[in-house]
């Protein structure tokens, strides 16, 4: 049964930083295509990071520069970096495992206040 527990979301003031983390189980891990998406209220679900299993990223315009998606195959993990944040930034994130549509963790919640 494959599950993704995520971790680390909060409530950070403008231009602060926070990590978030989703450990993986149930599948292999480091051949997986893994990525970040985010959904704020009222708005559709967004992509805002993806990295294959060697390592190459994908950012939209909206957060390159400011996030960092890494991966760390050994404990099954893929990471968030996320700096410089803006109130826009507010929403639920959640990872997601090969870009589909079949498998998703629980969402954390990320505040970004002015």
């Known amino acids: 049964q494959v599950q993704l527990v995520e971790s680390g979301g909060g409530l950070v003031q403008a231009g602060g930083s926070l990590r978030l983390s989703c450990r993986v189980s149930?599948?292999?891990?480091?051949?997986?295509?893994m990525g970040w998406y985010r959904q704020a209220p009222g708005k559709q679900r967004e992509l805002v990071a993806s990295?294959?299993?060697?390592?190459?990223?994908n950012y939209p315009d909206s957060v390159k520069g400011r996030f960092i998606i890494s991966r760390d195959n050994a404990k099954s993990t893929v990471y968030l970096q996320m700096n410089n944040l803006k109130p826009e930034d507010t929403a639920v994130y959640y990872c997601?495992?090969?870009?589909?549509?079949?498998?998703w963790g629980q969402g954390t919640q990320v505040t970004v206040s002015s």
């Open positions: 997601n495992l090969g870009l589909s549509s079949r498998w």
């Open positions: 149930g599948t292999i891990f480091s051949i997986a295509v």
């Open positions: 990295i294959t299993r060697d390592g190459s990223t």
